[in-house]
């Protein structure tokens, strides 16, 4: 079965420092891995996919997460933190043929301070 | 193009009773998909449909229901509402399964 795990409920960051969001996947198959943002009151935005084309994936916003097959991790990473970076963000993987079903981790809330 | 538009944003209800909420997706996607959003489970699948039909449902009880329509919007039922079924729901949109999902909004319910 697949799972995810993110490593932290609760980040906390300054306005221009680096940004790192940790989740670890179980997976028996190559996964298919996802990061989505939640604003207050606003539905989930995909940051990003991995699909093994490689294992540096660039998403929206200046965010990026590498995959780590040896570590089975797929960190999320952006080099300087905006004040609307502000969010919660989910680490997600999907069931492979399971028609758009997905695993969902529980969640890092990210705080940015001036 | 237009987002995925549900409605209603916010409903309460009181136990017992029973709920409906409506999804359109974005225009072209065949594929609807809906989330519980909860502070204690987190985010939970409910069920996805692709033209008209159910193709996975996940671990909720039977009161929890949907159909898609022709035109691909979607309709999510909960009957005999429970305290706990006060949660976010979330539809979510793809053109073909296993792709980039869009997720509308949210319709936020609220049990008493």
């Known amino acids: 079965a697949q799972s995810v795990t993110q490593l932290d409920s609760h980040v906390s960051v300054s306005e221009g420092t680096p940004v790192l969001l940790r989740c670890n996947y179980s997976s028996s198959y190559s996964p298919s891995l996802f990061w989505y943002v939640q604003h207050p009151n606003k539905g989930l935005q995909l940051l990003l996919k991995?699909?093994?084309?490689?294992?540096l994936v660039k998403g929206i916003n200046g965010f990026e997460a590498e995959f780590k097959k040896s570590e089975t991790s797929f960190h999320l990473t952006k080099p300087s933190a905006h004040m609307s970076d502000a969010a919660e963000y989910f680490c997600?993987?999907?069931?492979?043929?399971?028609?758009?079903?997905?695993?969902f981790g529980a969640g890092t809330r990210l705080a940015v301070h001036p | 193009k237009a987002g995925v538009t549900q409605t209603p944003r916010y409903l309460i209800k009181t136990r017992g009773q029973q709920v409906t909420l409506s999804c359109s997706p974005i225009?072209?996607?065949?594929?609807v998909s809906w989330y519980q959003q909860t502070p204690g489970q987190g985010l939970q699948f409910l069920f996805e449909?692709?033209?008209?039909?159910?193709?996975n449902k996940g671990n909720f009880p039977g009161r929890f229901s949907g159909r898609q329509f022709s035109n691909s919007r979607s309709e999510m039922n909960v009957s005999t509402l429970e305290l706990g079924d006060s949660a976010l729901y979330l539809c979510a949109s793809s053109f073909q399964a296993d792709e980039k999902l869009f997720f509308g909004s949210g319709t936020q319910l609220s049990v008493l």
């Open positions: 997600v993987v999907s069931v492979s043929g399971g028609y758009n079903k997905l695993i």
């Open positions: 991995y699909t093994s084309a490689a294992t």
């Open positions: 449909y692709f033209s008209e039909t159910q193709r």
């Open positions: 225009s072209g996607h065949r594929s």
